[in-house]
């Protein structure tokens, strides 16, 4: 079947870095996008990567390898308000995500 | 520019009911995606719409459909509801750019559909 696995929880201090990694079993995969959400609210588009290698947006980079079916998101000097689920996605040429990750709760902590 | 609305953002329907869920996407976005989101499935692709055609399906039954007007905007309806049915749908627009290079997805708030 098809499938993204991704750890269900991750937690960290302020200021650390932390990674998130996806593993991924898909047919018809033409990238892999991550997405925020915080409770209650909406996922935010984080990033996407078609091509292999990394993708940097100020403090959050992506990373995909196709050869080894497998991508990760890197969050750089955390911030309490990055605790939040983050999910990796794989979507087709036009973006869209069509298959999602259960999701990381990344908690954050002073 | 606003962002995507939904309505309405909280709805409640007992199970045989049908319901029907509106998604009105940014302006000049002509690509709409609705998905579900229950904390037992995550989140899950229901389809896709561009200039009113269907172009992806995930796989739901088809209790679960959805069209979307000349204007963009898009509905979904899912007929004979059932508990399972009780979720977050979510939907999610894109410009859909002409060249190959993928495009943002902006969500909305979604609306939280209760079956009892």
């Known amino acids: 079947g098809q499938s993204l696995e991704q750890p269900s929880e991750v937690t960290a201090v302020e200021g650390a870095i932390v990674q998130i990694n996806c593993t991924y079993q898909t047919s018809g995969f033409y990238g892999l996008s991550w997405y925020q959400q915080h409770d209650g609210g909406a996922p935010t588009f984080l990033s996407y990567?078609?091509?292999?290698g990394l993708e940097e947006t100020g403090r959050f980079s992506s990373f995909l390898s196709r050869s080894d079916s497998y991508g990760y998101l890197l969050l750089q000097e955390l911030q309490m308000k990055d605790s939040a689920s983050y999910f990796c996605?794989?979507?087709?040429?036009?973006?869209?995500?069509?298959?999602f990750g259960k999701g990381t709760t990344l908690s954050v902590s002073s | 520019k606003a962002g995507v609305t939904q309505t309405p953002r909280y709805l409640i329907k007992t199970r045989g009911q049908q319901v029907t869920l509106s998604c009105s996407p940014i302006s000049g976005h002509r690509s709409v995606s609705w998905y579900q989101q229950t904390p037992g499935q995550g989140l899950q692709f229901l389809f896709e719409?561009?200039?009113?055609?269907?172009?992806n399906k995930g796989n739901f039954p088809g209790r679960f459909s959805g069209r979307q007007f000349s204007n963009s905007r898009s509905e979904m309806n899912v007929s004979t509801l059932e508990l399972g049915d009780s979720a977050l749908y979510l939907c999610a627009s894109s410009v859909l750019p002409s060249g190959s290079s993928a495009d943002t997805q902006y969500f909305g708030p979604g609306t939280r559909l209760t079956v009892l």
């Open positions: 996605a794989a979507s087709n040429q036009a973006g869209t995500a069509l298959i």
């Open positions: 719409y561009f200039s009113e055609t269907q172009r």
């Open positions: 990567n078609a091509l292999d």
